[in-house]
C-alpha cells in the first residue's frame, strides 16, 4: 500500500520522521549487480536531500535491473514506511520485496524466500510516496534486505534515495553481550578485600 506525502514537511518534522538513515551501519551496507562498488551508501540520506540527483546512485549492471540491497542497522529499529526515489526513463525499481534479519542473502536466495512484504512501486521522481509497511512484522529489525527485480524498462536501475521512517530502540547491537554478561556477573569479579585474602565479608 502506498500514500502521497501530501503535508507541509517543515509542520509536520518530517526530516525527524524519516531519520533512520542515521541508524544505519554504513560501513557494512552493500548491494548486488551494483556497477560501482559501494555506490549503495549515497542512497541512505536526509529527507530534505531525497530530490538530488545530480550526484552518486546506486545503479544496476547494464542490461540487469535487477538489484538487492542489505541494510544493516547499529540498533533495531522499528519501519512504518519505506520512500524510494529512482531515476528517469525507465531505469526506476517496478518492484521492492523486502526480508528481515537475513544476512547473506542472495539473488538465488531472493527468489526462492518467501518475502516478509512485497510492493508494487510507482515512478516516484518528485518523492511524494511511501510505502506503508505491516508495521507488527517490521518490529525488532537488525537488518533489512531489500530486492528489486525489475524496473519501468530501462537498460539499467538507478535509485537515488531510500528513505525509512520509524522508529530506533535504545538498545545498541554491539552492547548486548556486554548486558546480558552484568544480569548473570561472574562472582570472581566481584570479591572484597576479605575474600581476596581469605576471609569472608558480606557484599554491600
Known amino acids: 500500500m502506498s500514500c502521497t506525502h501530501d503535508h507541509s514537511c517543515e509542520e509536520h518534522n518530517c526530516s525527524s520522521d ?3 538513515y542515521k541508524h544505519i551501519d554504513l560501513s557494512k551496507a552493500s548491494a548486488l549487480n551494483e556497477s560501482v562498488p559501494g555506490s549503495v551508501k549515497s542512497v541512505f540520506k536526509a529527507w530534505e536531500q531525497r530530490l538530488e540527483t545530480s550526484g552518486d546512485c546506486l545503479e544496476s549492471n547494464d542490461d540487469d535491473p535487477e538489484l538487492l540491497v542489505f541494510i544493516p542497522f547499529t ?23 523486502a526480508f528481515i534479519n537475513h544476512e547473506g542473502i ?3 536466495d531472493a ?8 510492493w508494487e512501486l510507482a515512478e516516484n521522481l ?11 512484522k517490521f518490529q525488532s529489525v537488525a537488518n533489512l534486505t531489500l530486492h528489486f527485480p525489475a524496473n519501468f524498462g530501462g537498460d539499467t536501475t538507478r535509485i537515488y534515495f531510500i528513505g525509512l521512517r520509524g522508529e ?37
Not at 185 to 197: L, R, V, Y
Open 75 to 97: 540498533s533495531d529499529v522499528k519501519i512504518k514506511s519505506i520512500s524510494v526515489v529512482g531515476g528517469a526513463e525507465g531505469t526506476s525499481p517496478s518492484k521492492m520485496r
Open 18 to 20: 524519516w531519520s533512520l
Open 106 to 108: 542472495d539473488f538465488s
Open 126 to 136: 518528485q518523492g511524494v510516496l511511501e510505502y506503508q509497511t505491516k508495521y507488527s
Open 168 to 204: 530506533a530502540t535504545q538498545l545498541k547491537r554491539d552492547v548486548v553481550a556486554t548486558i546480558v554478561y552484568e544480569v548473570m556477573p561472574n562472582p570472581s569479579d566481584h570479591k572484597t578485600k576479605s575474600e581476596a585474602s581469605g576471609g569472608f565479608s558480606p557484599v554491600e
Open 111 to 118: 527468489q526462492n524466500m518467501q518475502a516478509v512484504q512485497e
